[in-house]
């Protein structure tokens, strides 16, 4: 385990906690400084959850484990996230999305499948920044929060 809460090692478990205290939709984007990948919904979720998970207030999360699985769905459904970096030392930002409202996500590319790793569907840093801005300001109950992580090697 790392002393600090956003430091991680190469290859270890992605969990992230979340509570509201009012009910709404969740949505959560890494962001490598290129892409950004959309994370939750899970990849192979209904179109239902497309754009964003429902949550009620004052319920604990854990997104990414299956032990804490607390949103009734089947274990190959439920993505769990592996950190991972070829660098000597690498930043990524995590985006939690919340609004009481629902919200459209953005258009997304497809996943794809990189030496033998699926990365989940992506958006170029530009659109998804752009893509937030027009949701700050169209909707008053969206809220973005972002966490600057690190990864280092073994």
Not at 60 to 65: A, E, K, N, P
Not at 76 to 99: A, G, P, Q
Not at 115 to 120: M, S
Request: proline share 5%; hydrophobic share 40%; charged share 20%.
């Amino acid at each position: 385990m790392n002393k600090y809460p956003y430091e991680f090692l190469n290859n270890e478990q992605l969990y992230l906690f979340f509570k509201s205290p009012v009910k709404g939709n969740v949505s959560i984007f890494l962001d490598d400084g290129n892409m950004v990948y959309r994370l939750l919904p899970y990849m192979n979720m209904t179109d239902e959850f497309q754009n964003g998970i429902h949550v009620k207030g004052d319920i604990d999360y854990l997104f990414f484990s299956w032990e804490n699985n607390i949103l009734d769905i089947s274990r190959n459904v439920l993505d769990e996230v592996e950190i991972f970096t070829n660098k000597h030392l690498e930043y990524n930002d995590i985006y939690i999305i919340f609004s009481e409202a629902p919200f459209v996500k953005p258009i997304l590319n497809e996943s794809a499948q990189v030496n033998n790793l699926i990365l989940p569907k992506s958006i170029s840093q530009a659109k998804f920044q752009k893509w937030l801005t027009n949701n700050r300001h169209a909707n008053s109950s969206f809220q973005d929060i972002r966490r600057t992580i690190t990864i280092k090697p073994d």
